[in-house]
Structure formats: C-alpha cells, structure tokens
C-alpha cells in the first residue's frame, strides 16, 4: 500500500539549532514529493516541492529538502531555525499510476524552537 | 477569491443529525479536493472532482459521506447520520488543470456530540 512515514513527531529544538525531519515512502515508481508547513492558527501552506531534476530543492524561509531515489527518501532540513518556524510539518507524496493526484500524507512532525 | 475558502469553521452537531460543509474553490482551478485530518494525523484524501464530477471518490469511508460540485465551482461535503468518530478537521483543496500544487483551505472543525 501507498504510505508515507514521518520518524519524528515531537521535536524540540533551541533557536539557531540545525533541523533535520525526516520522511520515507514506500513505493518505488514515479512520485512528486511535497512538505507542508502549519503555523498554530493558520492553514496548510506549501513549503517546498520535488517533481524532477536537481534533487535538492529550496524551498520558502531557508528550508531545503533532498530527495534520494535509492532510499525513498526525501528529508527537510534547515541550518538554523528560528522561533517563527514553530509549526507542524508535513511530508506529502502524490503517487503516479492511480485515478487521481491525491496526496498521501505522513502523520506530521510538531516543532517547537524555544528562545 | 484570495483563497480557498471553508465554512463554518466550526461546527458542533449531534450524534445521528446531518450536516453540510461548504468549499469555495479558488478562482479558476478546476481540480477540488477533500482531505479528512483527525487528531494526531496528517490530512487524508476523500474525493476529488474535476470540474463537476467526482473522478475519484474512494476516499469516501461509507455511504453516510457525499460531496457535490453541481456548477464546478463551489463544492458541499454531506455527511448523513453523524457519528462521533466523524469528528474531525475537513480540508478543502484546489488546483488548476493539470497542476500538482494544491491549495488548501483553514479547514472546518467539525465535532460531534
């Protein structure tokens, strides 16, 4: 079955910290990938995306995800985060082969960045 | 319109009564999507319309969940004979034609006593 797994679920970190969340997929034919940002109150915002070429992408306030075919992977990072980045993330996968680009998403990883 | 627009935002109803959410596209994008987000989950996929019909509708848990498009635009997620365990953040998304970047909306917090 078409699944996404995100391994953290509660992250903490201090401010200036380096972030790594990580997110896998099963599946091994043809995916566009996605990371979603959820700011407390607001909706789901489009962060950053992966549908060909460089497999480094860069995304909105200094987020890049890396996308390794080899290992289904495609994991957000950001060199120093900031308080304003506390939010929930999101990796997401639309699986190509089925009826409809449906996203299929993982089950979120809460950030908090203390001061 | 500036974005994809939900309402209510809230709603709280009764166990057995029925209910109506209401998804308002964002101009011109013909592809509209409805996701389910319960507690402690990410969003997942109930049905999608492009244009007026539903091209994919397997998300759907039971018959007690319907969604309509009756014009391509404005879109309204019916849920029959509410149960507790339908209670849960709705999301509504859209894209332009042949686009993979949906848009999402705030979502209605539906809870059912």
């Known amino acids: 079955a078409q699944s996404v797994s995100q391994h953290n679920h509660h992250v903490i970190l201090s401010e200036a910290a380096s972030l790594e969340l990580g997110c896998n997929y099963s599946?091994?034919?043809?995916?566009?990938l996605f990371w979603y940002v959820q700011y407390p109150g607001q909706h789901l915002q489009l962060l950053l995306k992966y549908f060909s070429g460089d497999p480094l992408v860069k995304g909105i306030k200094g987020f890049e995800a890396e996308f390794i075919k080899s290992k289904f992977s495609f994991n957000l990072r950001k060199p120093s985060v900031q308080w304003s980045d506390t939010a929930e993330y999101f990796c997401?996968?639309?699986?190509?082969?089925?009826?409809?680009?449906?996203?299929?998403f993982g089950t979120g990883t809460l950030l908090a960045v203390q001061p | 319109g500036a974005g994809v627009s939900q309402t209510p935002s809230n709603k709280v109803t009764e166990k057995g009564k029925y209910v109506e959410l209401r998804c308002d596209p964002i101009s011109g994008h013909t592809a509209l999507y409805w996701y389910r987000q319960s507690l402690g989950q990410g969003p997942e996929f109930l049905i999608y319309f492009q244009g007026t019909g539903a091209a994919d509708d397997s998300g759907l848990p039971n018959d007690r969940f319907f969604a309509v498009r009756p014009e391509g635009s404005v879109s309204t997620l019916k849920i029959q004979r509410t149960e507790r365990g339908d209670s849960a953040v709705y999301l509504c998304?859209?894209?332009?034609?042949?686009?993979?970047?949906?848009?999402f909306g705030a979502g209605t917090r539906l809870s059912v006593l």
């Open positions: 997401a996968v639309i699986f190509y082969g089925g009826a409809t680009n449906k996203l299929i």
């Open positions: 599946y091994g034919g043809t995916v566009n």
């Open positions: 998304a859209s894209s332009l034609m042949g686009s993979d970047i949906q848009y």
